[in-house]
Every structure is written in structure tokens, then in C-alpha cells.
């Protein structure tokens, strides 16, 4: 075994000994034969962002060769409104470096992501997941980078309320048991995650944490470590399946809803990204400052910021989130440090490094700059995201800032050092653009910004368009107004999308 795989905790990761991205269908046969698979699951993603699956009772070693060879057929006109009834056959085909071990199934159940492929046997140009390859593809052909990224995934569980332990409201962040009182569960969510291929950073409480009707509501965090932009959207995918799977079995709800009461805090999708040269990360000089070409990075996601909300908050709740005075961002600004950004460059381990040494004086050396961890963190998506689409869009957004002619002048402008909502610093405020205020805006934005996410034949037309309608058929320009003083109305809206994404 060696150092890649004794410790990782995807079972065939360690049954091969090879990391996922050199798995073969053979690896796939080798170890249904050997561990007794029974059943083997398709899983893609539909227009509403939710895996679907497809199941197979294994039969023969020849039959799950078939499988894994050819594939299979689905209707695409009930998984993606923008395909014709009369033309609607698609195949679905695995890809075996995403296969893992059902988690929940009592049946031993093999579990694989698949990719969406027409009639001629060519990608589905308008498939979400076959944008995001495109997309990072373009990026390598046209600048020589790759892009890194990682998701900071929040979600509320609800339970009856105990009565024992009462955490205080809104003060959740990194609570511990027995005031935090699903601990358990986000942990075990986290290795069944794991298990199936995530890269895991971390998991903790969050700040939310209140009381309504006799539910308690506790909000959790699972943040993902940075890998392939195109892993990075696969395992955040299937991440929200097993939160969900798990909590029905567990007998409780989860949600992902960007804003399920006012007062409290929302739900985000905060996405990590850094640019690749190979294995070395090209957002910081070797002295740890911030590089040239990470400022144009964020040039270019600052530049899309308004219609990257078009793939990244995809129902009228996520425009309640995003409101002033609260940690989710309203102005088109970046920032060290600075949670209330659009972009947030976040503490780095660049500077003096003797802490460890510090708190362990018992051993010396331990700690080497680590220039490789630093990211740049865009604050505005939530759960409600297509999260294809939305990583395909950042990673459009990056080519665009290096490409951009003023992209320096640019993050410069838009730069914050200071508290943006200060009394003081009204004038700066008052010089910033700001994020769309509703689905109609976003879509407005989207359609200005549709060139740019075409360039190349990255995204089709018809699903920008289609894209532009979804978020116009909110008809939600002066919601917000219309609703403030309207406690009923507003529930009614947060119960209408609470399953969002």
C-alpha cells in the first residue's frame, strides 16, 4: 500500500491501491467480483441539480461489462426542460474515477457519476457538468493554468426542540455537544463524504442557532479541501445527496436554503479557488504576497460578479441573504480578511511560522512556509446554486481577468482595507457596483454577459437563454419591498424553495 492510499478512506481507493483518477473498468469488475457487489447505481445530474439514479441488478460479468462499456439510455426531456420530446434520447456514460460504495444501501451497491451524451455519441454540448469541463479545458488551452477549487457547504438541520443544553441564539460558530446537538451526525455525514471520494478540510457548527414552533434550527458547516475545479463540483454534489439521505434516515430535515427567516443567519456556498502551474499554486510570490496574476483573478470574478449570481443563486430567497450589514456580500469589492466582501482573500500561512514550534517547544522544525494553501474566496453563492454551472462560470471569470486588458487597475479600484460599512467610508461605498438584487436583475445581468460565456463555445445560446427566463419567470424585481412587513408571505416563500439545489 502505498502513501496515497493507506489512509484514505475510500474503500476502493485502498482495495486498489491507486488514486481514483487511474481507476479502469477492469478495477470497477475486479472489485464488484471480489467484494459481492449485487447492484450498480448511475448517478447524473439533472436541471434541478439533484442526482438521479439509475439502478442495475448485476446479472453476469458480461452484463456489468456492458454497463460500463456502453452505458445506457435516459429521457433528457424529463432531466433538462430545453430538450425536445421528439429528440430526446440521451446515453448516460460512467466515469469510472467517481465510483464508490453506496453508503446507505443494504444491498452491497456500487455507486457511479456518469456524463450525458447525444444521439451521435458526441458530449451534450448543453450538459451542465460538459460546460464545466469546456470551461476549464479553455482555461488550460488559452492561459496554461488549471483551477483549483473547494466549497464551504452550509446547511441547517431541524429537529424538535430538546430541552436540555439550549445553545444561544446566533452564537452557534464552532459549538461543541451537548450544546451543539448534531455533531454526530455532521461527523458521520462527513466520513460516509469521505468515503465516497470527498476531500474533506473540515466540519464544525455554525452560527445559526434558534428556536421557531418547536423546532430547533442548528446550523452546520462542511468545507471541502481544493482539488480539480471538475472534482471539486462532483463531490459537492454528492455531498448535499448523503446530508439529505442521511438526515431522512435519521429522521430529521435538512436544508440548504439560502434564508429561512429573517433575523437569522443565511446559508452560503462560499467557493475557494486558486490558480495551478502543475502542482505549484500561482496565487502568491514566493515572499507570500499576493501575485500579479491572482489579482486578476479577481478582476475578472469581481468583472462577472453580477450574472455569476445568475448560476450561483437560482431562487428569490437568495437575493434576501444577500442584504447589507449581514457576513453575505451586496458590493462588488475584495478584501483581506474582510467577511463582508465580495471577494475575500483569507488568512494565509505566509508570515512568521514558529507557531508550532511555539506551542510545542518540546520539538523543533516543524513548521515551512506553506504558500500552497492560500486561496481567494468568492462569498456570494448559496445552496440554491447549480453547482456545474456556477464553477463553470468561475472558472470562465478567471480566464476573462487574465485576459482582461485593465484587470490590475481594476482590483485596485475595487480593493476595500477597511470595514466598507463604517460610517466613514460612506463615499468609498457609494463608489462600488453591487450585486443584483433579485432573479430578474441576475437575469438582466446574464443577459449582458452572455458573449463572454459563449467565447470559445463554452455555453450554448439556448441554455443561457434559458437560463435568463428561469430567473425572469420570478417576476421578483421589488420582492423584497413588497414582502418586508409580511411575515406570512415571506414563510410561504421560504416553504416553497426549501429543498432548493
Not at 442495475?56 to 460500463?68: G, Q, T
Not at 456500487?110 to 451542465?128: Q, V
Not at 464545466?132 to 483551477?147: D, I, S, V
Not at 463531490?235 to 438526515?247: E, G, M, P, V, Y
Amino acid at each position: 500500500m502505498n502513501q496515497y492510499t493507506e489512509m484514505n478512506p475510500n474503500h476502493l481507493v485502498q482495495y486498489l491501491n491507486k488514486p481514483s483518477s487511474e481507476f479502469t473498468k477492469e478495477d470497477i469488475i475486479r472489485y464488484v467480483e471480489d467484494h459481492d457487489i449485487a447492484m450498480v447505481n448511475f448517478r447524473y445530474c439533472g436541471w434541478d441539480g439533484r442526482l438521479k439514479t439509475l439502478n442495475f441488478v448485476i446479472n453476469s460479468k458480461a452484463h456489468l461489462d456492458s454497463i460500463l462499456s456502453y452505458g445506457e439510455r435516459v429521457d433528457g426531456s424529463s432531466l433538462f426542460s430545453f430538450i425536445e420530446a421528439g429528440s430526446s434520447d440521451l446515453y448516460v456514460i460512467p466515469r469510472y474515477k467517481t465510483a464508490f460504495l453506496n453508503p446507505f444501501s443494504e444491498v452491497p451497491t456500487l455507486d457511479i457519476l456518469c456524463s450525458y451524451y447525444n444521439k451521435d455519441g458526441e458530449p451534450l454540448a448543453s450538459s451542465p457538468e460538459y460546460i464545466l469541463k469546456k470551461a476549464h479545458q479553455t482555461l488550460f488551452e488559452r492561459t496554461g493554468y488549471t483551477l483549483d477549487a473547494m466549497g464551504e457547504l452550509e446547511y441547517y438541520i431541524i429537529s424538535n426542540k430538546g430541552e436540555l443544553f439550549q445553545a444561544t441564539d446566533q452564537k452557534g460558530y464552532h459549538e461543541a455537544e451537548p450544546f451543539s446537538k448534531w455533531g454526530g451526525f455532521r461527523k458521520e455525514a462527513m466520513l460516509a463524504i469521505a468515503q465516497a471520494g470527498g476531500l474533506i478540510k473540515y466540519g464544525h457548527s455554525e452560527v445559526g442557532n434558534f428556536v421557531v414552533d418547536g423546532l430547533e434550527y442548528e446550523q452546520n458547516e462542511i468545507e471541502f479541501a481544493p482539488t480539480n475545479i471538475e472534482d471539486a463540483a462532483d463531490q459537492l454534489l454528492i455531498a448535499k445527496w448523503i446530508l439529505r439521505t442521511l438526515a431522512y434516515k435519521h429522521g430529521v430535515t435538512v436544508t440548504f436554503a439560502p434564508k429561512i427567516t429573517t433575523g437569522k443567519a443565511g446559508s452560503g456556498l462560499h467557493v475557494h479557488s486558486r490558480l495551478m502551474k502543475g502542482s505549484k499554486n500561482m496565487m502568491v510570490k514566493n515572499n507570500g504576497q499576493l501575485s500579479d496574476l491572482a489579482k486578476m483573478v479577481i478582476a475578472g470574478y469581481l468583472d462577472l460578479a453580477p450574472s455569476l449570481t445568475a448560476f450561483g443563486n437560482l431562487n428569490p430567497m437568495s437575493y434576501f441573504r444577500l442584504v447589507p450589514h449581514q457576513e453575505a456580500p451586496t458590493n462588488i469589492c475584495w478584501g483581506d480578511r474582510n467577511r463582508s466582501v465580495l471577494v475575500r482573500v483569507p488568512l494565509g500561512w505566509t508570515g512568521k511560522l514558529n507557531m508550532a514550534e511555539d506551542a510545542n517547544p518540546q520539538q523543533k522544525d516543524i513548521s515551512k512556509r506553506n504558500l500552497d494553501r492560500q486561496t481567494v474566496e468568492l462569498r456570494s453563492p448559496d445552496g440554491s446554486a447549480d453547482i456545474y454551472m456556477l464553477m463553470a462560470g468561475i472558472a470562465v471569470a478567471a480566464r476573462h481577468g487574465i485576459e482582461m486588458k485593465n484587470a490590475l487597475q481594476f482590483a485596485e479600484k475595487t480593493y476595500v482595507d477597511v470595514d466598507i460599512f463604517n460610517a466613514n467610508n460612506k463615499k468609498r461605498l457609494s463608489e462600488l457596483n453591487h450585486l443584483p438584487a433579485s432573479c430578474n436583475e441576475s437575469g438582466e445581468a446574464l443577459e449582458n454577459h452572455k458573449k463572454i460565456y459563449m467565447q470559445y463555445n463554452i455555453m450554448t445560446e439556448g441554455t443561457l437563454d434559458g437560463i435568463i427566463r428561469y430567473h425572469q419567470s420570478f417576476n421578483d424585481k421589488n420582492l423584497r419591498d413588497e414582502i418586508k412587513d409580511k411575515p406570512d408571505e415571506l414563510m410561504k416563500l421560504v416553504r416553497k424553495y426549501f429543498h432548493c439545489g
